[in-house]
């Protein structure tokens, strides 16, 4: 963290209500980016800190709670990162890529309908972008439900998707051995794909 920030900070921390709230929304927006390049980095201890110490100087903010949850996420601190996820979405409950990462935890726990939730919402914010359909495809092969499952296959295609990528998501071997869902993906792959990803999907 750069010596202006921790100057800035420790002014912050000592006089608190007297700052004034643009500043400190710039203060937010600054930690928040600062702790997003060292997530990229990889050096999530460090943004975990920071953002810790910055929540405990200037209080919480959407920015640095969110790049919080991130930094929690890539370590593995999967409920951590759910409870800063959702201090987030009790400050801005439409924060999209708040609701995204949380409907991903969600699934991970096979909690479908509060997945599917988070996913409408983000949905509503980013219809442009693949994941959330991806997801939403995942929710319905969970359900067995292969209309919604194709439906929303074929809306991940049509926003971005490479089914080229689908052997990387291990839960789609078991969807491709699923008697309901399973003979939709084999037709989307067929129409849409390259047959040998069905092959990989199958394993040796």
Wanted: some cysteine; proline content about 5%.
């Amino acid at each position: 963290m750069s010596a202006l920030l921790l100057l800035l900070l420790a002014l912050a921390e000592a006089q608190a209500t007297r700052v004034p709230r643009d500043y400190r929304d710039s203060l937010h927006e600054r930690t928040a980016r600062e702790a997003e390049a060292l997530v990229v980095d990889g050096r999530t201890d460090e943004a975990v800190a920071l953002c810790r110490r910055h929540v405990e100087a200037l209080g919480s903010s959407v920015e640095v709670l969110y790049e919080w949850a991130v930094a929690l996420n890539a370590q593995g601190e999967l409920r951590a990162a759910q409870a800063r996820y959702d201090e987030v979405l009790a400050l801005d409950p439409e924060h999209a890529a708040a609701r995204y990462d949380r409907a991903e935890l969600r699934l991970v726990a096979g909690q479908l309908d509060a997945a599917a939730e988070d996913l409408a919402v983000a949905l509503k914010h980013r219809p442009d972008h693949w994941a959330v359909h991806f997801r939403l495809a995942e929710v319905a092969g969970l359900r067995a439900d292969p209309p919604a499952f194709e439906a929303a296959l074929l809306d991940a295609l049509r926003h971005g998707f490479d089914l080229r990528t689908l052997p990387d998501y291990p839960r789609w071997q078991a969807f491709l051995a699923d008697p309901l869902v399973g003979p939709v993906l084999v037709r989307v792959v067929t129409v849409y794909g390259d047959p040998r990803v069905l092959e990989q999907l199958r394993g040796p």
